[in-house]
């Protein structure tokens, strides 16, 4: 199946059961908003779980970009991505947790064609302030899917404070041989899908008090699934992402965590470019910054004369088309172009004092400190100068 091909499967279905499609919003929040970025389809819904009213009704369904800082030193594996796409669906104080399972059950037997055979849930086994969630182990136990009881792994929070409760994930086999162990004991097993009951606010103070409402939210990563059914063995191996792992390859020969790194972090930078975020030193734009310098740094491991400039129309116009942005792609490239040139006449004016540091001995946590503070460089640059003075 193909990206799209998904997405108009999993819209369907939730359309045919009154759901209406709730309009994608930008990864930039509101000046209002603590958060830099859109990290969740639920984000931009907060205020509507907290029990105001929406104004396309009670059941919704979206796609939303989001992008989680959280996962950036995960980036490089199978499976974790800086920006991706998130399918949702909600409730907003109207149909349970059970009956949300009961169709997402449904929807990957039958609208994805998975086996029953390959999935697995985990459930809210309960704590010291909040009950197990016996309501959804049932009704695991009566559609015969095989269940885990967890602590914490279930409970969902999109922060410290603010709506919460207990989730119920959905893992897909991925292993070549017929299903073993638990999501808790296999790491073959992996999450594709998490049915949250939004139940409760969290206060500064921590205590728990219920939402006016309760809701349902579920989240589904559009690559993630892509993946496991087209039987891929990892996320880069998707529609999305074969214009990068083309172009990376053919520029530059890198391994394969490196390619995947720079695949990851150039179709960010893009995307949040597009979204109207420009490289500085504070707030989204460092996070920018640091997903071109993270890129340019695994570059210039090996060969210190690559350059963004280098990088052809295609990918670009590519993700800019997927995520119906309307930059140009000569700016994007000139925006990349610039940030690289920075951080080039950076790592000149480093070298040399990263050097007399080193005069002294090894580095330790306090020079770095030092180093970041008083000069400007952070740890991840600190350590590439390190190593080209090895």
């Not at 819209?11 to 059961?17: D, I, M, N, Q, T």
Request: hydrophobic fraction near 35%.
């Amino acid at each position: 199946m193909t990206p799209q091909d998904i997405i108009d499967t999993f819209v369907g279905f939730y359309r045919e059961r009154g759901h209406l499609l709730l309009p994608e919003s930008s990864l930039v929040r509101p000046p209002d908003d603590p958060v830099l970025f859109t990290t969740s389809g639920m984000h931009p819904l907060t205020p509507y779980l907290e029990g105001r009213p929406h104004p396309l009704g009670r059941r919704l369904v979206n796609v939303q970009r989001c992008l989680r800082t959280t996962d950036l030193d995960e980036v490089g594996d199978s499976t974790h991505l800086t920006v991706f796409q998130m399918l949702g669906s909600w409730s907003l104080g109207d149909y349970d947790g059970p009956r949300s399972l009961r169709w997402g059950y449904e929807l990957l037997r039958d609208g994805f064609g998975i086996d029953h055979d390959r999935l697995h849930a985990t459930v809210f086994g309960g704590d010291d302030h909040v009950e197990p969630d016996t309501a959804s182990l049932e009704t695991w136990r009566e559609l015969g899917v095989p269940v885990e009881l967890t602590g914490q792994e279930n409970w969902w929070s999109n922060g410290p404070t603010g709506p919460c409760g207990p989730d119920s994930e959905i893992f897909l086999w991925t292993g070549d041989t017929p299903p073993v162990g638990t999501p808790g004991t296999d790491g073959r097993w992996m999450e594709v899908w998490n049915h949250v009951q939004m139940r409760y606010h969290r206060r500064d103070d921590g205590r728990l008090v219920p939402l006016r409402q309760r809701n349902v939210d579920t989240g589904m990563g559009l690559e993630r699934l892509e993946m496991v059914l087209n039987g891929n063995s990892s996320v880069f191996a998707g529609e999305a992402f074969r214009p990068w792992v083309r172009t990376v390859t053919g520029l530059w020969r890198p391994d394969e965590e490196t390619l995947r790194r720079v695949g990851d972090h150039l179709r960010s930078a893009v995307v949040v470019l597009g979204d109207g975020v420009r490289p500085s030193n504070t707030g989204r734009g460092y996070v920018l910054r640091r997903l071109i310098r993270r890129t340019l740094t695994a570059l210039w491991r090996d060969d210190p004369s690559r350059s963004l400039a280098d990088l052809p129309d295609g990918p670009i116009g590519d993700t800019l088309d997927r995520f119906r942005q309307s930059l140009p792609v000569d700016e994007v490239r000139t925006l990349l172009v610039d940030e690289e040139r920075r951080f080039r006449g950076l790592l000149r004016r480093g070298r040399p004092i990263v050097s007399r540091y080193l005069s002294r001995g090894p580095l330790r946590d306090e020079d770095y400190r030092r180093l970041h503070d008083t000069y400007g460089l952070p740890r991840d640059l600190v350590d590439v100068l390190v190593a080209e003075a090895a």
